[in-house]
């Protein structure tokens, strides 16, 4: 499989050079120059195999070639043996026609678990294979890094620095990152905001002699391998739901659009998705723009869905550069727009192409909260807020009643025990396997919000350089 770059001005590449590379050369987005394409039946097909069963026939023709098959399916089967549910990503019934699918069974109870865990198999898998060692750095406000850690945690091909705001986590995201014991798990704690931690990782990368001195190395959301490993629960939910007979609707709680072009990407190659529906919080550019066509960012507000809590967000790019039939030029002019004006020129046909397939609709924290309240109420369950934001969604804007809808759950309610107990009067039960957390050592840096200062310690603190191992 080629990957090309939405911005059409860096090499082609491979699966594997597109996985470590993350971001293109011309600052954009890898995407695969075709979809490959499942037929009716070679979807039906899918029915009653196991989630690893499916996700090997998924994800073996993007992979193509760059690892062989029995290998791929032994790290599909390894990145998935640690999650708490036998069916990995199972459905929930919560009225006659709507489903929540829960994605919150991996290690650190969100969805980034599903990627991030293929992801760190993935990285060993080949950097071994080429003797290389990478040191991966990151800025987290709570839920991506303690999933690339988790993901890395004990990997001999790699060292992960996380840095977090101090004191600006909740405690149950902090503890899940410096709970981990595992030497090549660096927790840093800034003295400053979660911009300034990602200031701080932006620079590290912009100082391209210390770039090349550590092989650093990014698992953020616009990798294609974590689109990749999302488009396979998709599939999984929608064969046990009924396609290719019918089809289905998903509602997405939405910040970077990465999970739902990941359904996208399941449409493009078959699957009989009927409709694609984005929940926003308060930051609401995606649902200003499908609704109303305007992209123009505002400035982020805190809300009680943290990981969506997103003004820019930078998987868009994909969607515009396939609506678009390929074409460069209005992802570069597109993106120039938004740059310098902080409104993207959007071309009228482009967003009435986006309508055929999206819906969108934004809600904020009063909302989550009654319809966290809500759902406590009518079904007996209790659901995170940023789930919340997907279920006001599907119910504002699904419309055909005789097909299934589906709620991606992104996180589990012990994630966001206080939004859950103002909503319900209820405490959501961490899981068990995940209690030890709460009482475990910590282990974190406190750092100052200084270059130079983050720079030395992952230098003294990184195992190895770009220098093969
Ligand atoms: C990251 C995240 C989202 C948003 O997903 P995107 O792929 O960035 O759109 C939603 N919910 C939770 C719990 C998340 O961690």
């Given at each position: ?34 979809w ?62 709507f ?64 840095l ?25 704690a ?54 290719p ?96 004006a ?40 209790l ?53 030890h ?19 030395d ?13």
């Open positions: 499989m080629d990957y090309i770059s939405t911005r059409g001005n860096a090499p082609v590449l491979g699966f594997e050079e597109v996985m470590l590379a993350g971001l293109a050369k011309d600052g954009g987005l890898y995407v695969p120059r075709e490959p394409s499942l037929s009716r039946a070679d979807i039906a097909s899918l029915r009653g195999l196991s989630y690893a069963e499916i996700a090997e026939r998924i994800v073996t023709p993007y992979v193509d070639g760059a690892i062989d098959r029995a290998t791929l399916r032994g790290l599909i089967d390894a990145a998935y043996a640690d999650f708490g549910h036998p069916a990995i990503a199972p459905l929930r019934q919560l009225d006659s026609n489903w929540l699918l829960e994605l919150f069974h991996g290690p650190t109870l969100a969805f980034k678990d599903f990627a991030l865990q293929l992801l760190g198999h993935l990285f060993d898998e080949v950097l071994a294979r080429r003797g290389e060692h990478v040191t991966i750095v990151g800025a987290t406000s709570g839920d991506t890094g303690s999933a690339a850690i988790e993901a890395c945690k004990g990997r001999e091909t790699v060292d992960i620095f996380i977090h705001p101090d004191g600006r986590t909740s405690e149950i995201q902090r503890r899940q990152m410096t709970t981990v014991d595992a030497a090549n798990v660096h927790n840093i800034i003295d400053g905001t979660f911009d300034d931690c990602q200031d701080l990782v932006k620079a590290m990368f912009g100082d391209a002699a210390f770039r090349e001195s550590m092989n650093l190395s990014a698992v953020n959301s616009i990798n294609w391998a974590r689109i990749m490993a999302q488009i396979v629960y998709y599939f999984s939910s929608a064969v046990a739901l009924g396609a007979d019918r089809k289905i609707v998903y509602a997405v709680p939405t910040g970077n659009f990465g999970d739902i072009f990941a359904g996208y990407a399941a449409k493009k190659m078959g699957l009989p998705i009927e409709r694609l529906i984005v929940g926003t919080n308060a930051n609401d550019i995606l649902a200003r723009f499908f609704q109303a066509g305007d992209m123009s960012a505002r400035p982020v507000v805190p809300t009680l869905s943290p990981a969506m809590d997103i003004q820019v967000s930078s998987n868009f790019e994909r969607l515009l550069f396939d609506l678009a039939d390929n074409d460069p030029r209005i992802v570069n002019q597109a993106m120039a727009s938004f740059r310098e902080g409104a993207m020129a959007c071309p009228p046909e482009i967003r009435d192409r986006a309508r055929e397939d999206f819906d969108a609709a934004r809600l904020d924290d009063d909302g989550i909260l009654s319809v966290i309240s809500a759902i406590w109420e009518r079904c007996g369950v659901i995170d807020p940023h789930t919340a934001t997907g279920i006001h969604a599907a119910e504002e804007c699904a419309s055909s009643p005789e097909n299934p809808v589906v709620v991606l759950s992104t996180a589990h309610p012990a994630k966001f025990p206080d939004a859950v107990a103002k909503a319900t009067g209820q405490s959501p039960e961490l899981p068990a396997r995940l209690a957390i709460l009482t475990a050592k910590e282990r974190y840096s406190r750092l100052r919000n200084d270059l130079a200062a983050v720079q310690h992952v230098r003294s603190h990184a195992r190895a350089g770009g220098a093969p191992t």
